[in-house]
């Protein structure tokens, strides 16, 4: 296959499609991924991570204590403040969590699935992006290691994959689908869940809300929290708006590290409490909603 082309599904305006439903006749489903990742200080010489990386002052030379403390902050802090805020709100998520934190930060896994909280798998660490630079086995290698992690922490079935840094190299859907995954959160091109067709069987895309993931507006965009929790707002307006035609999705990306941060997180408890005081909208897990689109039986984890 061209590197540069795909085959994976279908191009359709969002016009011409079945008007399709969630549950309740609700006009829009609303989803949090909340990722739990690992940034290691020394990655292998062999592996890949985008130059916009981010946390800290930007990449140092190793030791990087400072960046390395910064993303840490995420797993030893950030995330409970994250839980909590979603706790009070009765709001489940999906933990997208990668190999590294399944076998050295499983008592955050373990929160996640007290909770009863859908868990995806996120690689192997969010310093190993996967892309073209990656031979076919070395990738089906580190997919397969990855899923093998988090499966035994998550303690059975593992259905849905987002890429570290939404990561893909040119086979990555066909390869996911081999080892078994049923959807996937690496395309924002879209407001509602579609099929893909691979080799290794179907695929399920989900797509997030880019624009709005908390590092992609605040770190990178520079975007105020205030404007940020107002930008949420806007767009569950319009997206119920729009929703009278036909329901539409919104799954929001959400860092710990970054996010629950103390002087942060009272932003993240109001977009919560003005998207709960909305009607038409289902609160569901990324598993949930794709299984609206034939994604297969979407099972807790917990």
């Given at each position: 296959?061209?590197p540069a082309a795909?085959?994976?599904?279908?191009?359709?305006?969002?016009?011409?499609?079945?008007?399709?439903?969630?549950?309740g006749?609700?006009?829009?489903?609303?989803?949090?991924?909340?990722a739990?990742e690992?940034?290691?200080m020394?990655?292998p010489?062999?592996?890949?991570?985008?130059a916009s990386?981010?946390?800290?002052?930007?990449?140092?030379p190793?030791?990087d204590?400072?960046?390395w403390?910064?993303?840490?902050?995420g797993?030893?802090?950030g995330?409970?403040?994250?839980?909590d805020?979603?706790?009070?709100?009765g709001?489940?998520?999906?933990?997208?969590?990668?190999?590294?934190?399944?076998?050295e930060?499983?008592?955050?896994?373990?929160?996640?699935?007290?909770?009863n909280?859908?868990?995806?798998?996120?690689?192997?660490?969010?310093?190993?992006?996967?892309?073209?630079?990656?031979?076919?086995?070395?990738?089906r290698?580190?997919?397969?290691?990855?899923?093998?992690?988090?499966?035994?922490a998550?303690?059975?079935?593992?259905?849905g994959?987002?890429?570290?840094?939404?990561?893909?190299?040119?086979?990555?859907?066909a390869?996911?689908?081999?080892?078994g995954?049923?959807y996937?959160?690496?395309?924002?091109?879209d407001?509602l869940?579609?099929?893909?067709?691979?080799?290794?069987?179907p695929?399920?895309?989900l797509?997030m809300?880019i624009?709005?993931?908390d590092?992609?507006?605040?770190?990178?965009r520079?975007?105020?929290?205030?404007?940020w929790r107002?930008?949420?707002?806007?767009?569950?307006?319009?997206l119920?708006a729009d929703?009278?035609s036909?329901?539409?999705?919104?799954?929001?990306?959400?860092?710990?590290?970054l996010?629950?941060?103390?002087?942060?997180?009272s932003?993240?408890?109001?977009?919560?409490?003005d998207?709960?005081?909305?009607?038409?909208?289902?609160?569901a897990?990324?598993?949930?909603?794709?299984a609206r689109c034939?994604?297969?039986d979407q099972?807790?984890?917990?």
């Amino acid at each position: 296959m061209n590197p540069a082309a795909h085959d994976w599904f279908d191009w359709s305006p969002i016009g011409a499609r079945a008007s399709g439903a969630w549950p309740g006749g609700a006009r829009l489903a609303v989803a949090f991924v909340v990722a739990v990742e690992y940034y290691e200080m020394q990655p292998p010489a062999q592996a890949a991570w985008p130059a916009s990386l981010p946390g800290g002052f930007g990449r140092g030379p190793y030791p990087d204590f400072r960046t390395w403390s910064h993303r840490e902050y995420g797993n030893r802090i950030g995330v409970f403040r994250v839980m909590d805020a979603l706790d009070r709100h009765g709001m489940r998520a999906t933990a997208a969590v990668d190999a590294y934190c399944a076998r050295e930060r499983s008592v955050v896994v373990d929160e996640c699935r007290r909770r009863n909280w859908e868990i995806a798998a996120h690689g192997e660490a969010v310093t190993r992006l996967l892309s073209s630079r990656l031979g076919e086995e070395d990738e089906r290698s580190q997919i397969r290691a990855a899923l093998q992690a988090v499966r035994e922490a998550a303690g059975g079935d593992v259905a849905g994959w987002l890429g570290p840094e939404q990561g893909e190299s040119a086979r990555t859907p066909a390869l996911l689908a081999e080892a078994g995954i049923r959807y996937v959160l690496d395309w924002p091109n879209d407001e509602l869940p579609y099929p893909m067709r691979t080799p290794g069987g179907p695929l399920v895309s989900l797509p997030m809300a880019i624009d709005l993931d908390d590092v992609f507006a605040h770190w990178h965009r520079k975007l105020s929290m205030a404007r940020w929790r107002q930008s949420i707002a806007d767009a569950a307006e319009r997206l119920l708006a729009d929703g009278e035609s036909r329901p539409r999705a919104l799954v929001l990306c959400l860092h710990p590290w970054l996010v629950g941060q103390p002087w942060r997180i009272s932003y993240l408890e109001e977009v919560l409490a003005d998207l709960r005081r909305r009607e038409g909208v289902w609160f569901a897990t990324a598993g949930e909603i794709a299984a609206r689109c034939g994604a297969g039986d979407q099972r807790s984890a917990g």
